[in-house]
Structures are given as structure tokens and as C-alpha cells.
């Protein structure tokens, strides 16, 4: 909706855009929230807020012909949906990213994959995606207690101190030791292969 001059006042059209903002925001914050590892798959162009959309996904593959752009300088605005929040800490080398940022200028998929930014490069789109859905379906067939868990401690390990992270992650598991899907992985790893586990649904 298009805020004019003569509706609002300069704090309240601030108000107006800081919740809008914000509603924006969360719709990049709940990829990370899914309680699911979320996969994505870059082929061609990555601009601007496909950047801010990748870095909340746990795991990033691409295509040799993926490019990326932190757009947001060229247009007169600091990028506000993610990307200056999360690229620092998947990167972890502070210049690189001010550089990126600051400059706007495209990097390669080879590029993004030297500093962190996806994990694999694929020669084309078919083979990002057969190794996305390869590696998802992987990850299914683990337990959903461990996976989601180990995602809820991947994160809070992010924003927090190693001490703290330890504590959490005591906690977390005082309980999720009980679940009946150690006893169903160790016996499905105790077969070598020849027995597959079955989890249940969470």
C-alpha cells in the first residue's frame, strides 16, 4: 500500500515501513523456523533476495552457470531481509562480505563455493537438482528426532556462546535420548546395511 505525504507524518510512515520490514523479514526467517533442513538449489541468476533466501536454507547446492549478486547497493538501500545478518556467519571472513556488499559486483558459482557459500557446484540445472532430492532423501531416512534437533542446536550454537550451546544442547538431549529412534538406528547400523531403519513420523 503507498503511503503519501499528506496521510502521514515522517514517525508514523517510519512505523508504518518498520513493520513492513518486518513482515518481510519473517517471510525469508520461517525457511530457517521449518523445522526441516531446507535444500536449495541455485541455477542462473541469485539476486539480491535470493541471496537473503539461500543463506536461511541449511544446505545450498548450484549450478556451474549460477551467478550472485548482493543487489540491494545499487538500488539506494542496505539489503534488510537476511543476507547482512546471515552471510557473515556462513562465510566467516568479514572483508570478503563488506566487499560483496558494498560493491554489488557478481561472484561465480566457483566463487561461492571457495568461501563457503554452497557446498557442491553441479555442471546444470537437472544435475543440481538430482543431487538436491538425492541428499534430501537422504536425510529422510534418518531419524527425525536427530536431524531436527541437530538443527535447532545448529542454530542456537550460531547465535550463542559454547558454553551456553553446551548447556542448551544438555538439556535438549536429556529428553531426546529417550526416543525409541536410537534403539532402531543401532540396530539398523548392527546389521550392516542389511536392515533398514523405520521411523516414525514426527
Excluded at 557446498?119 to 527425525?144: E, G, Y
Aim: aromatic share 8%.
Amino acid at each position: 500500500m503507498f503511503i503519501s505525504d499528506s496521510e502521514l507524518d515522517a514517525a508514523r510512515k517510519a512505523f508504518y515501513f518498520r513493520d513492513l520490514i518486518k513482515r518481510y523479514q519473517e517471510t525469508f526467517s520461517v525457511i530457517e523456523k521449518c523445522t526441516k533442513p531446507v535444500i536449495a538449489a541455485i541455477h542462473s541468476g541469485c539476486i539480491g533476495g535470493g541471496v537473503d533466501m539461500v543463506t536461511a536454507c541449511d544446505i545450498r547446492y548450484c549450478s556451474q552457470d549460477a551467478w550472485f549478486e548482493i543487489k540491494e547497493v545499487d538500488i539506494g538501500i542496505a539489503a534488510d531481509v537476511g543476507t547482512l545478518q546471515r552471510l557473515p556467519k556462513i562465510v566467516g571472513n568479514d572483508s570478503l562480505v563488506r566487499e560483496l556488499v558494498y560493491t554489488g559486483r557478481r561472484f561465480t558459482a566457483d566463487e561461492a563455493k571457495s568461501f563457503g557459500l554452497v557446498s557442491s557446484v553441479l555442471p546444470d540445472r537437472d544435475a543440481v537438482l538430482a543431487s538436491a532430492l538425492q541428499t534430501a532423501a537422504l536425510i529422510a531416512s534418518k531419524s527425525p528426532v536427530a536431524v531436527q534437533g541437530s538443527k535447532v542446536n545448529l542454530i542456537y550454537s550460531r547465535d550463542h556462546p559454547v558454553s551456553e550451546s553446551l548447556d542448551y544442547m544438555a538439556n535438549w538431549n536429556m529428553s531426546m535420548f529417550q526416543t525409541e529412534d536410537v534403539l532402531k538406528a543401532v540396530v539398523a547400523f548392527m546389521s550392516k546395511g542389511k536392515e533398514a531403519a523405520n521411523f516414525s513420523k514426527l
